[in-house]
């Protein structure tokens, strides 16, 4: 099977990072179109920054970085550099990368480069506020029904939230346009913190992790042994969860997740529950959108591993 292409939109952050490495680790799979940013984890100056570094660790200067949204729809900007570190990197080395920035912006990348495709070819991998992502639904109306698959990380439902009890931090930081996205009509997957929380880089999986020398491999240690330390600072628990790192594993082995339909609707009024995630299974059957119920962690981390000694 030829590998599906593929677009990213992220904002890196640790965990985009990672999500990154591993779709850099498999051309088999997939196709990668370009990576499109936005605001979020840190500044948009930052994330595009982040972005083009992470790329260069790779070696794969041929895939364009487009600059989005420097601000939510409605809301101002929520920064989350206290799980991320002040570049957003951690403590991964950061430097100014040698190859620049594509001229477009990222919503108008994102109509581009789908809409010159076959219906249904492109899939989309959203691993921060969803922005970029709205902004070109509005630009194209077109947009949502030429659309491939759109994988998100966002929401939560029985774990509760990251950023209030209620609320995930990339729906949280663009209430608004999450909702234009889930309800726009596209075949939506949604991986909330119900899946991901299910995938912990846990002690024993962090020394396998260890044992890869490649390059890329040291880069996501570090990455994900400064997650640990937040994680467990700020929440509690053991080992730093893979959340935006799902939407890829999905991409390239869906089998190793569970979903059900559901309607998803976003609360953007209440300043109580802002960018809480009603995730309702009653009625769903024909949804286009599809919520994640459980994770193959032992799969997700194998994959992850080989992939990374590449």
Known sequence: MAPRPLIIDCDPGVDDAVALFLAFAAPDALDLLAITTVAGNVD???????????????????????????????????????????????????????????????ARAIVDLVMARPAGEVAIAVTGPFTNLALALKFEPALAAHLGPVVVMGGARSEGGNITASAEYNIYADPHAAQIVFASGCDVITLGLDATHQVRATPDRMEALSAIKTRAGAAVFDLLTFGAEVELKHAGQIGSPLHDPCTIAYLIAPHLFTTVPAVIRVETESELTLGHTQVEFRGAERSRTLWTTHADADGVFAMLYERLAR
Do not use: C, K
């Open 44 to 106: 948009a100056l930052l994330t595009a920054r982040n972005a083009r570094i992470i790329r260069e660790m790779a070696g794969r200067d041929d895939v364009p970085v487009y600059a989005g949204a420097q601000a939510p729809l409605v809301r101002p900007p929520i920064i989350a550099d206290h799980f991320h570190g002040e570049t957003g990197l951690g403590t991964l080395p950061v430097f100014e990368p040698r190859a620049g920035l594509a001229a477009a912006s990222a």
